[in-house]
C-alpha cells in the first residue's frame, strides 16, 4: 500500500522536457529486480549520471542541483511517462520521494500506475507550468480540493477521477479499492445464489 495523500507543499522539480519516456525516466539496465525497492539510485540514470556505467552526478542535470535535493514535485511538459507500461518507472519516482507530477498532459498507462503507487499525476495547461516554474518557490497540492496554490497566491484545479481521487486518499491500489466492498461484494453473491442455485452447483463428474 502507499501512502494516503491529502495534501503535498514542496519546491517542484522544473523537469520541462515534453516526452519523456520511462527509459528515461528507468533505463532497462537499471532494473534488475522485479520488486519495488531498490530502484531510486537508477531514477533518471541516463541523464542523471556522467558515464552509463558509473554513479558520477552530472552537474547540468536538474535532479543533482542541491537547490531541490528535497523536492517532492516534478514540473513536466507533454506526454510525460510515455513509452513502455514499465511500472518500475514509477516505483523508482515514488521510492525517490516523488509524491507528484505536475505536466500538460500523461501517457495513460503511466497515470494509472502513478494512482496506484500514491503519485498524484495532475494536469495543467503550459501557462500554470511556467508561472510555477519562474516563482522558483514552493507550491502546495490539496487533494481534496483538487487544487494547486503557487506561493504568489495563484491557484488552479486539477481534474482527476473519483476512484483515482479515492485511491490516492487512502493510500489504495485498485485491488484494495475493491476489498472495501467485500460485504456488498458477499451479499450479492447470496443474492445471486438464492436466485440461481444451479450456478454454485458443484461439479459431480
Known sequence: ???PFHELQSLPLPLLRDNVDTDQIIPSREMKSTGK?????????????LGASGRDPDPA?????PRYRDSHVILAGRNFGCGSSREHAVWALAEYG????????FAPIFAGNCVRNGIVPIVLDKAAIAHIAAGEAPVTIRLDEQDVTAADGQR?????????KAMLREGLDAID???LQSSEIADWQARDRAARPWIYLENRA
Open 156 to 164: 488552479w484545479t486539477f481534474a482527476i477521477d473519483g476512484e483515482a
Open 37 to 49: 525497492t531498490g530502484l531510486a539510485d537508477g531514477l533518471f540514470a541516463g541523464w542523471r549520471y
Open 1 to 3: 500500500m502507499a501512502q
Open 61 to 65: 542535470f536538474v535532479l543533482n542541483d
Open 98 to 105: 516523488f509524491g507528484a507530477i505536475i505536466a500538460e498532459s
Open 177 to 179: 479499492l475493491t476489498l
